[in-house]
């Protein structure tokens, strides 16, 4: 029964993680239609990758037993080819200075996991302390997954908008902690566990802070909606000003 239930939260942890990884698709077409990577940042995508390169590793029987972690691998190993196709776009539309930027902290990530998968794989021997070492770096590449979008709070917080903090990322970044969280605790596996203890509340922050400012947005869109109208009304010869009038008139 518990294997089984472990296997269904692993299911919909795979589900969840699938739209989280998938949720930035909107944001890049808008991307290749407007040919411009405007303010979006690049940071997230690429904290992303490096959290799916190191988890693939620890699902992988190099590291774990045997296929004890299948879930991870699966879905993880889908988020890499997500994640580079984000930032291949991303590099493709960005300014020079952007593309110099993104390329070096991509270049470092795929460095750092690659020296953490030739240690684990030459200098320890046996699963245990395998994990450890791939699970104790994964731990700070998920909190860092987790905490990436709050490099736009700040533009949030100052411009009052969330156009730049897409909400499906927060939300779907929400609900991939709660799952992964329990499939972590039912597989009495810290390590996978550990790090939603973080993603959780960075998750309701950020959908506390998109509620909070899309109410506002909603808001003042009403006014100008209704300056418009009456600058559109200002401008019509006084005639049609009248005839319109009278028209509303005789309606009521």
């Given amino acids: 029964m518990g294997d089984k239930l472990r296997l269904a939260v692993g ?3 795979n589900a969840s993680s699938l739209l989280l990884y998938a949720a930035p698709i909107l944001t890049f077409s808008r991307v290749i239609r407007k040919k411009s990577i405007e303010e979006f940042s690049c940071i997230p995508y690429i904290v992303a990758l490096s959290n799916c390169l190191l988890y693939t590793w620890y699902g992988l029987p190099v590291v774990s037993y045997k296929w004890e972690n299948f879930p991870v691998i699966t879905i993880n190993g889908l988020g890499i080819i997500l994640e580079l196709s984000f930032i291949f776009i991303y590099l493709w539309f960005a300014p020079t200075r952007g593309k110099i930027k993104a ?7 795929i460095v750092i996991f690659s020296v953490t998968a030739l240690i684990s794989t030459f200098l320890f021997h046996d699963h245990h302390h395998r994990k450890v070492l791939v699970g ?3 731990l700070v590449a998920s909190v860092a997954m987790y905490a990436a979008p709050l490099v736009v709070v700040k533009r949030v917080i100052v411009t009052k908008s969330v ?3 897409p909400f499906y990322l927060s939300f779907f970044s929400f609900m991939a902690s709660v799952l992964w969280l329990a499939y972590g605790l039912l597989s009495h596996d810290l390590l996978l566990a550990s790090p939603n203890l973080v993603g959780l509340p960075l ?5 506390g802070l998109y509620c909070k400012y899309r109410k506002r947005e909603i808001i003042e869109e009403e006014p100008c ?3 418009l109208e009456q600058n559109n009304n200002q401008e019509k010869p006084k005639h ?3 005839v319109t009038n009278e028209n509303i008139n005789g309606k009521c």
């Fill in 11 to 13: 299911i919909m942890g």
């Fill in 103 to 109: 390329g070096g902290i991509t270049t470092i990530v």
């Fill in 136 to 138: 104790t770096i994964g």
């Fill in 163 to 165: 156009e730049f903090m």
């Fill in 203 to 207: 998750g309701l922050l950020q959908l």
């Fill in 225 to 227: 909606k209704w300056d």
């Fill in 240 to 242: 049609m000003q009248l």
